[in-house]
DNA sequence: GTAGGGCTATAT
DNA sequence: ATATAGCCCTAC
């Protein structure tokens, strides 16, 4: 499926109150789009509803906020005063979080301030505002003052920052403008109306170029005969005593041609979506820029000027046949979707951001400055900074998190898609034994995505194969073969793969060896086997994650995905049969 | 989704 | 060499 028409879909569902997992499914599917600001916002705006809705203020939220300032800024707008609210609320509740009533018990308080407000906050000069400047001040003095500490306590920062959120995001959505698709499907349900009273709004006829004029003369004036057709048929032939209206219908219908059976004929229909899906091409490809927006595009789609902008956003719940089909696809893609994007969600936790974050390792200019602080290529004003507390004991770099977010932003984005690929790219195998032998529905795999990423680890891939030769015919028999005690343990793989692979992807530290990509042409159908061999590199668990662990267990017993969801971004990257078997040892060495 | 056993890398 | 920790697989 071409990329654009890919982005119109995601745009579409991303306004639209669908269940997550479907739009999880489009994501993972769909090829995404890697040049188009308006794109990434709404990613990330749906990103932000997702964490409120959800009632959860986190960092994550604050990150969403400062990638959504950034593209902004790149655009040169300037951040609002909702913004800066809803982010400086955001920052305050991240840290008022780890406020303890007594001000001595208040490390991990400090280690929060410096993490979000002196990392962060105050190096995010765009969100400045007079309350962030006040909130600043009552942050750093809780650190030392139960007075403040205790005026912080009493009120309901969680709540504020909440709906701080929620009010930027309504003025957000406003912004952006309706949907590409549903400008559309109300340009070509207004040309209908119009078609359909033989003049378009200007009292013009409908001009030749318009790509709907087609479907809507021929259905507009098909309709006007058959509905006057059907007035006769009713006035003059009356049903004869006894028959049932069916019969009646069935009568009806078969008075008319075949080809006029149906309301709006599939070859006419397709013929107009082709129609409509080219032309809108043409005038993405005449005016594509980062910086188009879809309602310039769609007001440019036809001759007839839109008189109105702020179209209704509603406009598609009330759907005319061309609009119906104008998002056809849409539902094709969703029905397609619903059965397989379960299996996916399995494998991705948070597509909405991953599929930023993939979009971003596409994009040649990179917009995440806030999670690369260190690396020197800012370009933007930093606002005062709260001192590298020189005096008195730095907390180092707030231990692992900061840290460790800004490693697994990048590796967990790398470690998510590659895993979507991967796990495709099995499912795709028809002799997997999971799968059964399966037929995968057939949906567009996101070639650019899973390529791109996939690049150097199939060169990897290239290079185990070499190491490896493994000859094995049957991998159901190479699975089920019993080893001899002497003999190398099939799964003893490792090794062999570092001593390969040694200079290749290990830059990127935490990040898991990855099978070859399946989209090679010499990709062998036994490949999926050897994938089973990979192994997640060995992460030890910090003093952090144990901790967390322990208080998750008494909070929620041994209900291990809910706590990985709960502290996600404490245990990053661990799955939930890591938290159990973490426990496990845990529970073991305590004995 | 969780528990439990097995395997492997790493620590002692 | 052995113990332990971390990860994987599978049964329920």
Redesign the pocket.
Same mark, same amino acid.
């Given at each position: 499926m071409d990329e654009k028409i890919a982005k119109w879909i995601i745009e579409f569902l991303l306004r639209k109150p669908i269940d997550e997992k479907i739009i999880n499914g489009v994501l993972s599917f769909l090829p995404l789009c890697n040049n188009d600001n308006r794109f990434k916002k709404t990613i990330l705006l749906r990103a932000v509803q997702s964490e409120v809705s959800n009632g959860s203020v986190s960092e994550k939220l604050l990150d969403l906020l400062e990638v959504i300032e950034e593209l902004d800024h790149r655009e040169g707008k300037v951040a609002s005063n909702l913004m800066k609210e809803a982010y400086c609320l955001v920052a305050v509740d991240c840290t008022v979080r780890f406020l303890e009533e007594n001000v001595e018990e208040n490390g991990k308080y400090v280690e929060a301030v410096e993490r979000v407000w002196r990392d962060r906050v105050c190096l995010m000069d765009s969100m400045a505002s007079e309350e962030l400047n006040l909130w600043l001040r009552d942050i750093e003095a809780a650190v030392w003052d139960s007075g403040v500490c205790e005026k912080i306590w009493m009120r309901n920062t969680r709540n504020e920052a909440l709906k701080a959120a929620k009010s930027y995001l309504k003025e957000a959505w406003e912004s952006m403008g309706p949907a590409f698709l549903e400008l559309v499907a109300k340009k070509v349900g207004n040309e209908v109306e119009e078609c359909r009273r033989g003049k378009d709004g200007g009292g013009r006829e409908v001009s030749l170029e318009n790509p709907c004029r087609e479907l809507v003369v021929s259905q507009g004036t098909r309709n006007t005969q058959s509905c006057l057709r059907r007035k006769h048929v009713a006035m003059k032939s009356r049903r004869p005593k006894g028959a049932k209206i069916s019969d009646a219908e069935k009568e009806e219908d078969a008075q008319e041609p075949v080809n006029e059976a149906s309301d709006v004929p599939a070859q006419q229909s397709e013929k107009v979506q082709e129609t409509l899906q080219s032309d809108s091409m043409q005038q993405f490809a005449a005016v594509n820029d980062i910086h188009l927006d879809a309602s310039q595009t769609a007001r440019d789609l036809s001759p007839t000027k839109m008189k109105d902008n702020t179209t209704d956003v509603n406009a598609v719940e009330n759907k005319t046949g061309p609009e119906i089909h104008a998002t056809a696809e849409v539902n094709r893609v969703q029905y397609a979707l619903r059965t397989s994007s379960r299996e996916l969600h399995?494998v991705v936790t948070d597509p909405l951001i991953e599929a930023f974050k993939m979009v971003e390792t596409m994009t040649p200019v990179g917009v995440t400055g806030n999670h690369d602080n260190t690396a020197g290529n800012q370009t933007r004003p930093k606002m005062h900074a709260i001192p590298k507390a020189d005096s008195g004991p730095q907390v180092p770099e707030s231990s692992s998190v900061k840290h460790a977010d800004d490693r697994n932003l990048n590796h967990d984005a790398h470690e998510k898609v590659e895993n979507v690929s991967s796990k495709m790219a099995t499912n795709n195998m028809s002799n997997d034994p999971k799968s059964g032998g399966q037929i995968q529905p057939e949906v567009d795999v996101p070639r650019e995505s899973t390529d791109i990423n996939m690049e150097n680890i199939e060169k990897e891939g290239e290079l185990k194969e070499n190491a490896q030769g493994n000859g094995f015919c049957n991998p159901k028999e190479q699975?089920k073969r019993k080893r001899g005690l002497m003999e190398p343990?099939? $799964?003893?793989? $490792?090794?062999e793969w570092d001593e390969s692979v040694e200079n290749s992807s290990r830059g990127l530290r935490g990040s898991?060896r990855l099978p070859p990509s399946p989209n090679r042409s010499t990709a062998s159908p036994l490949r999926p086997y050897e994938d089973?061999?990979?192994?997640?590199?060995? &992460? &030890?668990?910090t003093a952090q994650e144990e901790d967390t662990l322990k208080e998750a267990v008494k909070k929620f017993g041994?209900?291990?995905?809910?706590i990985r969801t709960c502290y996600e971004e404490v245990f990053n990257g661990? $799955?939930?049969? #890591?938290l159990? #078997?973490?426990w496990?040892?845990m529970v073991?060495?305590q004995r």
């Open positions: 399995a699975l343990n099939d $799964t003893s793989h $490792t090794l898991p089973k061999k990979f192994r997640r590199e060995r &992460r &030890r668990w041994h209900r291990w995905t809910m661990r $799955t939930d049969g #890591d159990k #078997d973490k496990r040892n073991k060495s």
